[in-house]
């Protein structure tokens, strides 16, 4: 459990006891449960963060002090000192493995110092030796020379920085003789650790961390491998990503104590209503219909395959959990009904009703949740997903400016009569 969950039950407890709700041996069993409360712990993260934050400044620093006289230095020179701060880098790390192989702030520091110091002693030695200048390469030897550290030292930082690379690797597009799906086998490398990470304690900051970078990691990852089948279905195979996204975060994790631990169903949430919005848009349906004869069927494939992984993790929530959040995660649905409905009709007016119409349910659904519920945050982004639902479609229309400028105060009205009778209804049920 969350140590400031531990530290506010053991608070609870005097008062439990005294007022016989519970027994004192019962308090005494749960105090031997728990432990005792670590209260270094926040301390330890943030020591941890900025050791981590310095010795990135102590590599970035070496490589500029070095950087300013190297072109004066001779080859052989310029190669001692990258073979000697690279033999320090790891001989430091060797002994922080041997020493203090259990201090997650000496290990994490260590591991992300030597990391930059293989990346730039492979830049200097290329420079030196007029090596191929080839970025691409240059990214991708780095990445696989540093993934060992993650294993070795059993560090998050390096997992974290690792992932930026492959997808820096990724974006930059030249893979040169090597197939591109060879990107999943090379994610797949961090696999272990965090799969090891997640078994441990999911809601831990070091594999939450790792789900954080590693969603849109994979976002990007996969536009660059499968680039010829997004070109006409972009916006519905991103649908069922974000979709699957956040049904996994409801299925899997779904029981943290605090928001941001949540990442895999903030990404997915806030990637559905994006795209709900955006294809809420006449241009983008027209654009579609357009191009509607000149879909491949590898298209139409990869849409079919996600759509079906989509409907069963939809089956496994339902059975696990209830229908409640169906309607969020429904937009590859919709937007999969929008396409039929090209079909018949190229213009995309039918399937801008639709997803308007869709938009609108969600925001109105969100809207009548803050209400039962008695969120103030929650009624709020429903009425801000209307406001900018209208907004939107003003883009769209020819509307004169007398008739957006009294919609703006409508809208503006109902924000703060509503905000005003939460908060009075609030008041009326603490009193």
Same mark, same amino acid.
């Given at each position: 459990m969350n140590q400031k969950a531990v530290k506010w039950l053991y608070g609870q407890l005097p008062e439990l006891v005294k007022k016989e709700i519970i027994p004192a041996e019962s308090a005494d069993l749960i105090h031997s449960y728990y432990g005792p409360v670590d209260k270094s712990l926040g301390n330890r993260t943030l020591l941890t963060m900025f050791g981590i934050v310095g010795v990135i400044l102590i590599g970035l620093g070496i490589i500029l002090i070095l950087a300013h006289n190297w072109e004066q230095m001779s080859r052989m020179t310029r190669t001692l000192i990258v073979i000697s701060k690279l033999l320090i880098a790891q001989i430091l790390a060797g002994a922080i493995i041997w020493f203090k192989k259990d201090n997650a702030l000496w290990t994490e520091s260590t591991s992300t110092f030597l990391m930059i110091i293989i990346g730039s002693s492979i830049a200097l030695i290329g420079q030196t030796y007029h090596i191929a200048d080839d970025f691409s390469n240059f990214m991708l030897t780095w990445m696989l020379l540093s993934i060992p550290l993650v294993y070795l030292m059993r560090v998050t930082t390096p997992a974290l920085l690792y992932l930026i690379g492959i997808t820096t690797w990724a974006v930059s597009g030249d893979f040169g003789d090597i197939d591109k799906h060879l990107i999943w086998v090379l994610i797949a490398l961090n696999g272990p650790y965090y799969w090891k990470l997640i078994k441990a304690n999911p809601y831990a900051n070091p594999p939450v961390l790792i789900s954080w970078v590693l969603t849109p990691c994979f976002y990007i990852c996969f536009g660059k491998v499968f680039s010829?089948?997004?070109?006409?279905? %972009?916006?519905?195979?991103?649908?069922?990503?974000?979709?699957?996204?956040?049904?996994?975060?409801?299925? *899997?994790?779904?029981?943290? =104590?605090?928001? *941001?631990?949540?990442?895999? $169903?903030?990404?997915?949430?806030?990637?559905?209503?994006?795209? %709900?919005?955006?294809?809420?848009?006449? $241009?983008? *349906?027209?654009?579609?219909?357009?191009?509607?004869?000149?879909?491949? $069927? /590898?298209?139409?494939? +990869?849409?079919? %395959?996600? +759509? &079906?992984? &989509?409907?069963? +993790?939809?089956?496994?929530?339902?059975? $696990?959990? /209830?229908?409640?959040?169906?309607?969020?995660?429904? &937009?590859?649905? &919709?937007?999969?009904?929008?396409?039929? +409905?090209?079909?018949?009709?190229? %213009?995309?007016?039918? /399937?801008? =009703?639709?997803?308007?119409?869709?938009?609108?349910?969600?925001?109105v659904t969100l809207i009548r949740r803050g209400a039962r519920e008695k969120s103030l945050g929650m009624l709020n982004i429903g009425m801000l997903m209307i406001a900018i639902l209208i907004i939107m479609r003003f883009f769209d229309s020819n509307f004169s400016f007398v008739v957006r400028g009294l919609t703006f105060v409508v809208i503006g009205s109902c924000f703060l009569v509503t905000n005003w009778i939460m908060v009075r209804r609030k008041k009326e049920v603490t009193q």
């Open positions: 010829i089948q997004l070109q006409h279905l %972009s916006m519905l195979i991103y649908a069922t990503l974000f979709a699957a996204t956040y049904f996994i975060g409801l299925i *899997w994790f779904d029981n943290p =104590v605090k928001t *941001w631990q949540k990442p895999f $169903k903030a990404i997915g949430l806030t990637g559905c209503i994006g795209i %709900s919005f955006l294809l809420t848009s006449k $241009k983008g *349906w027209y654009y579609i219909g357009q191009g509607f004869n000149n879909i491949e $069927k /590898s298209e139409y494939l +990869l849409l079919f %395959s996600l +759509l &079906v992984l &989509v409907i069963i +993790l939809s089956i496994i929530l339902v059975n $696990k959990k /209830s229908r409640r959040n169906l309607l969020f995660g429904g &937009v590859p649905i &919709v937007a999969g009904l929008g396409l039929l +409905l090209v079909y018949f009709d190229l %213009s995309g007016i039918n /399937s801008t =009703v639709l997803m308007n119409g869709y938009a609108l349910l969600l925001s």
